[in-house]
Protein backbone atom coordinates (compact mmCIF):
# COMPACT_ATOMS: atom_id res chain seq x y z
CA UNK A 1 0.00 0.00 0.00
CA UNK A 2 3.11 2.65 0.61
CA UNK A 3 3.78 1.84 -3.10
CA UNK A 4 0.74 2.76 -4.44
CA UNK A 5 0.48 5.88 -5.87
CA UNK A 6 -2.88 6.75 -5.25
CA UNK A 7 -2.13 6.38 -1.49
CA UNK A 8 0.13 8.80 -1.40
CA UNK A 9 -2.02 11.23 -3.55
CA UNK A 10 -4.96 10.56 -1.39
CA UNK A 11 -2.48 10.95 1.86
CA UNK A 12 -1.36 14.29 0.04
CA UNK A 13 -5.20 15.48 -0.50
CA UNK A 14 -5.88 14.88 2.97
CA UNK A 15 -3.15 16.49 4.57
CA UNK A 16 -3.59 19.44 2.58
CA UNK A 17 -7.28 20.19 3.27
CA UNK A 18 -6.39 19.67 7.09
CA UNK A 19 -3.30 22.19 7.01
CA UNK A 20 -4.74 24.69 5.30
CA UNK A 21 -8.53 23.96 5.44
CA UNK A 22 -8.91 26.23 7.81
CA UNK A 23 -7.96 29.32 5.93
CA UNK A 24 -9.30 27.87 2.55
CA UNK A 25 -13.01 26.65 3.67
CA UNK A 26 -13.95 30.47 4.58
CA UNK A 27 -12.96 31.57 1.39
CA UNK A 28 -13.91 28.87 -0.94
CA UNK A 29 -17.39 29.06 0.74
CA UNK A 30 -17.11 33.20 0.70
CA UNK A 31 -16.50 32.50 -2.83
CA UNK A 32 -19.55 30.30 -3.39
CA UNK A 33 -22.04 32.07 -1.09
CA UNK A 34 -20.95 35.39 -3.06
CA UNK A 35 -21.65 33.16 -6.28
CA UNK A 36 -24.88 31.84 -5.22
CA UNK A 37 -25.87 35.20 -4.60
CA UNK A 38 -24.88 36.74 -7.97
CA UNK A 39 -26.48 34.02 -9.38
CA UNK A 40 -29.74 34.97 -7.09
CA UNK A 41 -29.65 38.49 -8.45
CA UNK A 42 -28.83 37.63 -11.70
CA UNK A 43 -32.40 35.08 -11.50
CA UNK A 44 -34.07 37.94 -9.76
CA UNK A 45 -33.73 40.15 -12.57
CA UNK A 46 -34.53 38.14 -15.07
CA UNK A 47 -37.92 37.17 -13.17
CA UNK A 48 -38.26 41.02 -13.00
CA UNK A 49 -37.25 41.32 -16.56
CA UNK A 50 -39.92 38.58 -17.43
CA UNK A 51 -42.35 40.36 -16.07
CA UNK A 52 -41.70 44.24 -17.42
CA UNK A 53 -41.47 41.89 -20.82
CA UNK A 54 -44.77 39.94 -19.93
CA UNK A 55 -46.44 43.69 -18.95
CA UNK A 56 -45.23 45.13 -22.49
CA UNK A 57 -46.90 42.50 -23.75
CA UNK A 58 -49.77 42.75 -22.71
CA UNK A 59 -49.47 46.68 -23.37
CA UNK A 60 -48.63 46.19 -26.81
CA UNK A 61 -51.56 43.26 -27.08
CA UNK A 62 -54.19 46.10 -25.82
CA UNK A 63 -52.64 48.89 -28.14
CA UNK A 64 -52.81 47.07 -31.21
CA UNK A 65 -56.67 45.59 -30.64
CA UNK A 66 -57.53 49.12 -29.74
CA UNK A 67 -55.55 50.06 -32.98
CA UNK A 68 -57.04 47.15 -34.87
CA UNK A 69 -61.00 48.32 -33.44
CA UNK A 70 -60.09 52.11 -34.13
CA UNK A 71 -58.74 51.18 -38.36
CA UNK A 72 -61.99 48.51 -38.27
CA UNK A 73 -63.91 51.49 -37.42
CA UNK A 74 -62.26 54.26 -39.83
CA UNK A 75 -62.43 51.53 -42.85
CA UNK A 76 -66.57 50.93 -41.91
CA UNK A 77 -66.43 55.26 -41.49
CA UNK A 78 -64.50 55.54 -45.22
CA UNK A 79 -66.72 52.68 -46.70
CA UNK A 80 -69.83 54.50 -45.61
CA UNK A 81 -68.25 58.06 -46.67
CA UNK A 82 -67.54 56.34 -49.96
CA UNK A 83 -71.05 55.11 -50.75
CA UNK A 84 -72.30 58.37 -49.97
CA UNK A 85 -70.09 60.31 -51.91
CA UNK A 86 -70.89 57.74 -54.78
CA UNK A 87 -74.76 58.17 -54.07
CA UNK A 88 -74.30 61.90 -54.08
CA UNK A 89 -72.51 61.89 -57.17
CA UNK A 90 -74.92 59.21 -58.65
CA UNK A 91 -78.37 61.87 -57.38
CA UNK A 92 -76.02 64.92 -59.15
CA UNK A 93 -75.18 63.42 -62.47
CA UNK A 94 -79.19 62.22 -62.76
CA UNK A 95 -79.80 65.72 -62.26
CA UNK A 96 -77.30 67.10 -64.50
CA UNK A 97 -78.53 64.64 -67.51
CA UNK A 98 -82.44 65.91 -66.69
CA UNK A 99 -81.10 69.83 -66.82
CA UNK A 100 -79.57 68.95 -70.22
CA UNK A 101 -82.20 67.11 -71.45
CA UNK A 102 -84.86 69.56 -70.66
CA UNK A 103 -82.24 72.23 -72.17
CA UNK A 104 -82.05 70.50 -75.64
CA UNK A 105 -85.65 69.72 -75.40
CA UNK A 106 -86.42 73.48 -74.72
CA UNK A 107 -83.89 74.27 -77.96
CA UNK A 108 -85.98 72.05 -79.91
CA UNK A 109 -88.94 73.45 -78.89
CA UNK A 110 -87.48 76.66 -80.01
CA UNK A 111 -86.29 75.97 -82.85
CA UNK A 112 -89.48 74.24 -83.88
CA UNK A 113 -91.49 77.36 -83.01
CA UNK A 114 -88.73 79.26 -85.00
CA UNK A 115 -88.92 77.40 -87.89
CA UNK A 116 -93.11 77.39 -87.79
CA UNK A 117 -92.45 81.55 -87.36
CA UNK A 118 -90.41 80.98 -90.08
CA UNK A 119 -92.88 78.99 -92.18
CA UNK A 120 -95.65 80.88 -91.44
CA UNK A 121 -93.87 84.61 -92.19
CA UNK A 122 -92.77 82.78 -95.77
CA UNK A 123 -96.67 81.77 -96.11
CA UNK A 124 -97.90 84.89 -95.06
CA UNK A 125 -95.68 86.45 -97.48
CA UNK A 126 -96.70 84.39 -100.58
CA UNK A 127 -100.50 85.03 -99.64
CA UNK A 128 -99.70 89.02 -99.55
CA UNK A 129 -97.90 88.61 -102.87
CA UNK A 130 -101.04 86.79 -104.27
CA UNK A 131 -102.98 88.97 -103.09
CA UNK A 132 -101.64 91.78 -103.87
CA UNK A 133 -101.38 90.47 -107.79
CA UNK A 134 -105.09 89.56 -107.60
CA UNK A 135 -106.57 92.48 -106.57
CA UNK A 136 -104.48 94.64 -108.82
CA UNK A 137 -105.36 92.79 -111.65
CA UNK A 138 -108.90 92.82 -110.18
CA UNK A 139 -108.62 96.45 -110.06
CA UNK A 140 -106.71 97.61 -113.38
CA UNK A 141 -109.52 95.04 -115.10
CA UNK A 142 -112.80 96.87 -113.24
CA UNK A 143 -111.25 100.80 -112.17
CA UNK A 144 -115.46 100.99 -110.66
CA UNK A 145 -114.29 98.78 -108.16
CA UNK A 146 -111.17 100.44 -107.81
CA UNK A 147 -112.70 103.82 -106.74
CA UNK A 148 -115.67 102.20 -104.05
CA UNK A 149 -113.07 100.16 -102.42
CA UNK A 150 -110.84 103.89 -102.18
CA UNK A 151 -113.53 105.37 -100.89
CA UNK A 152 -114.77 102.64 -98.28
CA UNK A 153 -111.27 102.05 -97.19
CA UNK A 154 -111.23 105.80 -96.43
CA UNK A 155 -114.47 105.95 -94.25
CA UNK A 156 -113.07 103.03 -92.20
CA UNK A 157 -109.90 104.42 -91.58
CA UNK A 158 -111.01 106.60 -88.29
CA UNK A 159 -112.43 103.15 -86.72
CA UNK A 160 -109.29 101.41 -87.48
CA UNK A 161 -106.92 103.79 -86.12
CA UNK A 162 -109.13 103.75 -83.07
CA UNK A 163 -109.09 100.08 -82.50
CA UNK A 164 -105.17 99.89 -83.38
CA UNK A 165 -104.72 102.66 -80.31
CA UNK A 166 -106.70 100.54 -77.91
Known amino acids: M???????TALAFILFFVIFGRKIWPALTGYLDARAD????????????RREAEQMLEDATREREKTLAETQAMIANSE???????????????EAAARYEKMARDRIDAAQRAAIREIQECALQ????????VVA???SEKPEVASSLVEK???SLPDALRRSAA
Open 153 to 155: SIA
Open 38 to 49: DVRRDLDEAARL
Open 126 to 133: IAVSATRE
Open 80 to 94: AEAAALAERARRESE
Open 137 to 139: SQL
Open 2 to 8: FHEPRFW
